[in-house]
């Protein structure tokens, strides 16, 4: 009834090939993105949104990063978070060096030291494939998170061996350091996200992101038809680890305000991301906000919401519970639907579409 | 009749041998030169510093390669777990690291419980089988059929399960393995090599003895009886197996218990060694470059690829870590074997990858 593509005509090719054919689709959008902007900064409290709403907006960046790099290129990485530690400790240094230059703008240029970094432990895609890639891309984490230890030039020689970050305005508002409020870290961490899945989407249905696909299903058949897979791994490596860096940077100077970020950037980072993406949805960039929303906010909802059920439980015992859940509800969703919470989406919509006579 | 004059020489540089051979002298040539030109000494240090120590110190190269000798095999350990499983299944396990804190925790929480050591070895025995049968049952039937990566995924959920469920019924606390009840030895045997006291730890020659003979057991276990021949019939491929009447449902169970009773091996060994935690479960992430090392199908590659990585990381830190400020043992496996799959995509015993259109 709602949801119908009856009497929407395409008159264009443009039209034909809009990312959201259906009216009802861009006010769909349209609503959303006006929650965002206006009921979830006026209405959520502080704490609903910074350790809700930001961590949710950080991850799906950083799944959409590792999706186009899984999903739509067919290239397992396990070292997504070293690529977000590059993005932070990049941001550090550039505002260290450059103390004048906008945050945000240096938060966009650090992303492109996480690609570099991510196109030279790409290389050995170009002959390991599969599970040994994904081995292979472990040498990456664990090699970078060393080097966040072990080399005192990347957090200025500090004792403690932590980024401080220091306080950036802009038009004399503070947007990073103790003094910036969650409203507007919550709205650069919006702009940011807002503008780099459209980057993202307009990526992936371009030329490139269409060689993207056509290497994941057959590298060779791809070759055959002229795709170079140099060029296309590489630049998969390259855009992936890009939005990894950016999504890097914002955690550590939007969410966590600094810290260990050795720490932060461990190898359970890069797992958790990688559910993110393959609970959402591999190759969807829908089911990578999808699959963040799931993952962020499942831990700090059982956290709060099961003592607020009347479920008696705290502390060291409500985490390993929230392990447990969070394991079973992994294997749940893997058995109702391999493909992801995306695939459940277009289902539903497709439900909508023909309701309410299927046949 | 062919005159020898006509025939062209034989390309002597077309042999890889005299080929390889050619590019090692020309690098150690280069190498040399390098050495007395370089003015800061980097390349001395790198290049010829570190066989000088081994050579002056035997006693301490014997020393750390029985180290890495002795790590590689329980490296080795978590590594045939894993064949055993992607052999059969096909499925990439990623619980067996948490698989052998599991049944670690599981024999000491029992012995702590009361029961007799022995007793609790068998019990231990009992949930890894009852651990094998729910696996099959409710991750592994459903899932039949799907693609690699979900059932990788669906292990990363048992692992977050058994984390969540082995810290609840046993605590974060790390614990001291049974060693003493089990009748593993103690102390350490001192030799005298090389001019020099190498000490070896009873409790690691005791790891690698009971390493050998569980490897051989498995290896008659496959070679010998109905099950191992069933077993190697789904390796080969599930379809011809299934065709022939063999239960696939039963040999996963049977694979699982195998890779559950090789955990609590491995358990009993490591935790005699340190003591019995879940950052055992990081260290188990050691395995993945040996088993890319290995080849992921291949019980000697297991092996193998244990050894090499075991001993090259130990001799890397101790002979060079010291270079780049220490530490690189977290790393240097991974390199080790991201080195060796740059020449064999597949590891070094690994199935050839054969790919048609």
Redesign the interface.
């Known amino acids: 009834m709602l949801y119908r593509e009856a009497g929407q005509y395409k008159s264009s090719y443009a039209s034909d090939m809009a990312v959201f054919p259906l009216k009802e689709d861009r006010i769909g959008i349209a609503v959303i993105l006006a929650i965002a902007l206006v009921a979830i900064p006026f209405l959520g409290s502080d704490f609903f949104i910074a350790s809700v709403m930001i961590p949710f907006l950080i991850f799906s960046l950083a799944a959409i990063g590792l999706n186009i790099l899984t999903g739509y290129t067919g290239l397992?990485s396990l070292g997504t978070a070293a690529f977000m530690g590059v993005g932070a400790y990049s941001c550090y240094k550039l505002t260290t060096f450059f103390p004048d230059v906008n945050i945000i703008v240096l938060i966009l240029v650090s992303g492109l030291f996480s690609a570099g970094i991510g196109v030279l432990f790409g290389l050995?895609s170009l002959?390991?494939?599969?599970?040994?890639l994904a081995?292979?891309t472990?040498?990456a984490q664990?090699?970078l998170?060393?080097a966040f230890?072990?080399v005192p030039w990347l957090f200025n020689y500090n004792a403690s061996g932590a980024i401080e970050v220091p306080q950036r305005t802009l038009f004399d508002i503070p947007l990073t350091g103790a003094s910036a409020t969650p409203e507007t870290r919550y709205f650069v961490c919006l702009g940011l996200v807002v503008v780099l899945t459209w980057f993202a989407s307009n990526i992936v249905h371009g030329k490139l992101g269409r060689s993207w696909m056509a290497v994941r299903d057959?590298d060779?058949?791809a070759e055959?038809m002229g795709i170079k897979l140099l060029n296309a791994k590489l630049a998969a490596f390259a855009v992936s680890s890009y939005f990894c860096g950016v999504a890097g940077a914002m955690m550590i100077f939007l969410w966590y305000g600094g810290g260990e970020a050795a720490d932060v950037f461990s190898?359970r980072l890069s797992?958790n991301i990688?559910?993110m993406v393959?609970i959402g949805g591999?190759g969807s960039l829908i089911g990578s906000f999808f699959g963040a929303a799931f993952l962020s906010i499942l831990p700090t909802a059982l956290k709060f919401g099961l003592p607020a059920l009347g479920v008696p439980i705290a502390g060291?015992?409500a985490?390993?519970?929230?392990?447990?859940?969070?394991?079973?509800?992994?294997?749940i969703f893997?058995?109702v639907e391999?493909h992801g919470l995306a695939r459940l989406w277009q289902i539903g919509k497709q439900k909508l579409r023909t309701w309410p006579f299927p046949y | 009749m062919s005159d020898i004059a006509t025939r062209p020489a034989p390309n002597l540089l077309a042999n890889p041998l005299v080929k390889a051979g050619l590019i090692v002298a020309a690098v150690i040539a280069a190498l040399a030169i390098g050495v007395r030109l370089d003015p800061t000494n980097t390349l001395y240090a790198i290049f010829v510093d570190p066989f000088q120590q081994m050579v002056q110190a035997p006693d301490l190269l014997v020393q750390t390669v029985w180290e890495g000798l002795v790590s590689g095999v329980l490296y080795a350990l978590i590594a045939l777990g894993f064949v055993l499983i992607f052999k059969a299944s096909g499925v990439?396990n990623f619980a067996q690291g948490i698989m052998v804190v599991f049944a670690a925790l599981t024999l000491v929480g029992l012995y702590e419980k009361g029961v007799p050591a022995f007793l609790a070895v068998i019990l231990t025995l009992g949930v890894m089988f009852a651990l094998a049968v729910t696996i099959e049952r409710?991750?592994l039937r459903?899932?039949v059929n799907?693609?690699?990566?979900?059932l990788?995924?669906?292990t990363?959920?048992?692992?977050?399960?058994?984390?969540?469920?082995g810290?609840?019924l046993f605590g974060?606390n790390p614990k001291q393995m049974i060693a003493e009840q089990l009748y593993l030895p103690k102390g350490a045997v001192d030799l005298q090599i090389l001019g020099g006291l190498v000490s070896l730890q009873k409790i690691d020659i005791a790891a690698a003895v009971i390493a050998s003979l569980m490897i051989a057991a498995l290896a008659a276990f496959f070679q010998y009886t109905r099950i191992g021949r069933a077993l190697r019939a789904v390796a080969d491929s599930h379809k011809a197996a299934l065709s022939v009447g063999i239960s696939l449902n039963q040999i996963w169970v049977i694979v699982w218990f195998t890779a559950g009773i090789v955990a609590l091996i491995t358990g009993i060994m490591w935790g005699a060694r340190s003591d019995v935690s879940f950052a055992l479960e990081?260290v188990a992430?050691k395995a993945?470059?040996v088993?890319?090392l290995g080849g992921?199908t291949s019980i000697p590659g297991a092996i193998v690829g244990g050894l090499i990585i075991g001993i090259g990381e130990k001799l890397g830190e101790f002979y060079w870590g010291p270079l780049?400020?220490?530490?690189?043992e977290?790393?240097l496996a991974?390199?080790i074997?991201?080195g060796f799959?740059?020449f064999r995509?597949?590891?070094l015993f690994g199935d050839k990858?054969i790919?048609r259109?």
């Open positions: 397992i050995p002959r390991i494939k599969g599970f040994y081995v292979a472990l040498a664990f090699f998170q060393w230890v072990r057959m060779i058949a055959l190898i797992f990688l559910f393959i591999l060291a015992a985490e390993h519970v929230t392990f447990m859940l969070v394991g079973a509800l992994i294997i893997l058995i391999p | 990439f409710v991750v459903p899932l799907q693609p690699d990566i979900i990788f995924m669906a990363f959920g048992i692992t977050y399960f058994l984390i969540g469920f810290e609840s974060g990081i992430l993945l470059p088993l890319i992921f780049i400020g220490g530490g690189i977290s790393w991974y390199f074997a991201l799959l740059l995509p597949q590891g990858i790919e259109i």
